[in-house]
Structure formats: structure tokens, C-alpha cells
């Protein structure tokens, strides 16, 4: 990585060091702009995919109106802690869509709230869920934003690189990225703004981003966002298809090998090829799982990593199936998974449920 060891100049800077890593921003915002199939004025480089959420729902707070919330109980923390924080400050009134058992978001439950809404409304609405992978049809949900004339934001967090995008066609305001969700550094997200809406900067200060992110940009991370999406991109059929085997062979092998064991959200539906979550019946031995998991170097998690280490246990499994006998795990797959890994696992599982 050459902007580690010999292009150190500033990319706000007009001499030529600073012209240079400025370069490779704005390549690193063309090359995920056409990726995304987006325009690269609409693609904005910030720390994380949290930071991209917050200012989203800030900036339709402030910038464009909105004055009534629709989102899910199932959200990441990035969002729901948001919507709480804003509810609690009282700039808007917020309302939760419906979940149905299968862990989807209530479409009809959505439309009754987008109608009943008397003020200018966000909807914020995950693509893919972190935990259960379940995944929401976004172009059906942008199209019924669009007839309610509700700003729509969509967390992408677990589907950009891992999922084609096609942004100019698809009716949504808002979405964001992660780098480290498909092989990228840590510490640098995505916000795309569609060219529609004006919102303004969550974090003030200097100019850079376009005037939509005050701080000197983190070259290393924005060169390497582009470039991890590159090569997700690259395979991304074969990968997709190598991965979601992966998950299929598991849930097989665990249904076969583990009495009592379930599955939560729609697993073999509209599901996110990369995760899997599964319930093991509660007992003395089922309830260390995890750490036995992880002293037999196996690592999975309760919930998603950034709560794991939390007590009160999964947000998003308590909303959709509330057993209080049961145990979850969410098992995470990736490119550089194998078939013999995950028998390694389900035989090991045997022996810690
Ligand atoms: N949204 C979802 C769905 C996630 O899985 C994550 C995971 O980390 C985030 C948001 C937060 O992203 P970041 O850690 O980059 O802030």
C-alpha cells in the first residue's frame, strides 16, 4: 500500500503530494460509484457504517423535514439507537413496522403507517439483517416510499460487496457500507446520497467530502474500500455461490446431527447467503456455548459483534422468537470458508449442546 509507506501527502493540499492522494479518492469514488451503478457525486466516504447512518437520520431530521420515523425493532444498534436518541430528544415520533414470525418486515403493516402518516416521513429499513440475514425486497419498499412521498434509507451494510447493486434504478434516498464486511480495512464506511436530496454534514469542520464530511480523509481506508470492493465484485457469482453452499450444508448437517436444534428468520427464503442463526435447546451445557465454541478456536457469535459482549442477549431474536429456552448462535460464512470446517464444527457441537 503505497499511501503507507510513500505517497503521504495530504489530499487537501494543492502542491503535487496532495494532488496525488487526492487522485486516488476521487478513483476510489468513481470505481465504487460504477460498481453501485451510481454517480460518484453521490458517494461519500466516511469512518463507518454507523457514522453514515447517523447522518442520515440527523440530516432528514434537519435538512429535509422529516418529522415521523418508520423503521424496524430488528435494526442494528447504528440505527436504533439513532431513532432512540432523536425520539428521546423529541424531534420526530417514531413508529415500528410489524415482524412477522418468519422475520420478515410486515409490508402491510408498513403501508398502513406510511398512510396514516400526516408528516414528511423516513423510512429506515435494513437491506439484509445482520443476524438472521433476512432480506428485504428494497425496490418494492423504495416504490411504496415513493407513493407516500417518505425519504427511504436503507442499512446496506451487509450487502454492499456482497450483493449487485444498481442504484440509478433503484428507488431509494439513502444507503451505507462497510469495508470490513467484505475483506476491506476497518474504520472507513459508505453513504450514498442520491443526487435528489440535499442534506448537510453530520460532522462540521473543513470542506472535504465534497463539503459533506468535515476531517482529513483516511486515504488508506478509502483506497482500500474501493479496492476490497473491486475484488468482491470481481467473483462475486462463484464466491456467492461457493458461500451459500457453505450455509445450506451447515443447516442440513445441523438438522440431521443435533436434536432440538431451530432456525431463526426465513433460512431458506429471502435470506442473506452469509449468515445463519441458529437456536440449540437450552441446557447447563448449551448455555457456555459460545465460550466452548471459542476455546476449540471456533468463532461465532450471540448476536451481532459489536453486543455480543451485552447481557440482555439479541434485540433483534428476542422481537421475533421470544423462547426463553433456547440458545442462539449466529454462524458466519465467508469465501475462505470450507466444507471440512463446517463438519469440524457441527462435530464439535455435538459434544457442547
Ligand atoms: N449495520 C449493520 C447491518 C451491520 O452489520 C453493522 C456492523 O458492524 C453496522 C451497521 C455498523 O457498521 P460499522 O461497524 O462500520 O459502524
Do not use: W
Not at 18 to 35: L, P, Y
Not at 275 to 302: H, Q, R, W, Y
Amino acid at each position: 500500500m503505497p499511501f503507507l509507506t510513500e505517497k503521504f501527502g495530504n489530499p487537501s493540499s494543492i502542491y503535487s503530494y496532495g494532488r496525488e492522494t487526492r487522485m486516488a479518492i476521487e478513483t476510489a469514488r468513481k470505481s465504487v460509484a460504477k460498481i453501485l451503478n451510481a454517480h460518484p457525486a453521490e458517494i461519500f466516504f466516511t469512518s463507518c457504517g454507523t457514522e453514515s447512518s447517523n447522518t442520515v437520520i440527523h440530516g432528514a431530521i434537519k435538512d429535509l423535514g422529516c418529522k415521523h420515523i418508520i423503521t424496524s425493532p430488528i435494526e442494528h444498534h447504528a440505527v436504533t439507537h439513532t431513532v432512540e436518541y432523536v425520539d428521546q430528544m423529541d424531534l420526530v415520533k417514531v413508529s415500528y413496522v410489524k415482524i412477522l414470525p418468519n422475520g420478515h418486515v410486515d409490508i402491510e403493516n408498513l403501508e398502513e403507517l406510511l398512510a396514516a402518516s400526516e408528516e414528511k416521513t423516513l423510512v429506515s429499513l435494513m437491506h439484509a439483517n445482520n443476524e438472521i440475514g433476512n432480506m428485504l425486497n428494497i425496490k418494492a419498499v423504495g416504490e411504496l416510499c415513493k407513493l407516500y412521498n417518505a425519504i427511504f434509507h436503507s442499512d446496506t451494510v451487509q450487502t454492499v460487496g456482497h450483493f449487485p447493486f444498481d442504484l440509478r434504478n433503484t428507488p431509494v434516498h439513502f444507503i451505507t457500507g462497510s469495508a470490513h464486511k467484505f475483506h476491506g480495512p476497518k474504520g472507513v464506511g459508505l453513504l450514498y446520497i442520491n443526487e435528489n436530496v440535499r442534506i448537510k454534514p453530520f460532522v462540521h469542520g473543513g470542506g472535504q467530502e465534497r463539503n459533506m464530511r468535515a476531517g482529513t480523509e483516511n486515504i488508506y481506508g478509502i483506497v482500500g474500500f474501493a479496492k476490497a470492493l473491486e475484488i468482491a465484485t470481481e467473483n462475486y457469482e462463484a464466491e456467492s455461490a461457493h458461500i451459500g453452499t457453505l450455509k445450506y450444508y451447515m443447516h442440513e448437517q445441523l438438522k440431521k446431527n443435533i436434536k432440538g436444534v431451530g432456525f431463526n428468520g426465513d433460512v431458506m427464503g429471502n435470506s442473506l447467503y452469509t449468515v445463519l442463526s441458529v437456536s440449540f435447546p437450552k441446557t447447563e451445557k448449551s448455555e457456555m456455548i459460545l465460550f466452548n465454541l471459542d476455546i476449540n478456536n471456533i468463532c461465532a457469535s450471540g448476536g451481532s459483534a459489536c453486543t455480543s459482549g451485552a447481557e440482555q442477549g439479541s434485540h433483534v431474536i428476542r422481537a421475533i422468537n421470544n423462547n426463553p429456552n433456547q440458545v442462539t448462535v449466529r454462524f458466519s460464512f465467508s469465501k475462505y470458508n470450507t466444507k471440512e470446517e463446517v463438519d469440524t464444527v457441527v462435530e464439535k457441537l455435538k459434544t457442547l449442546v
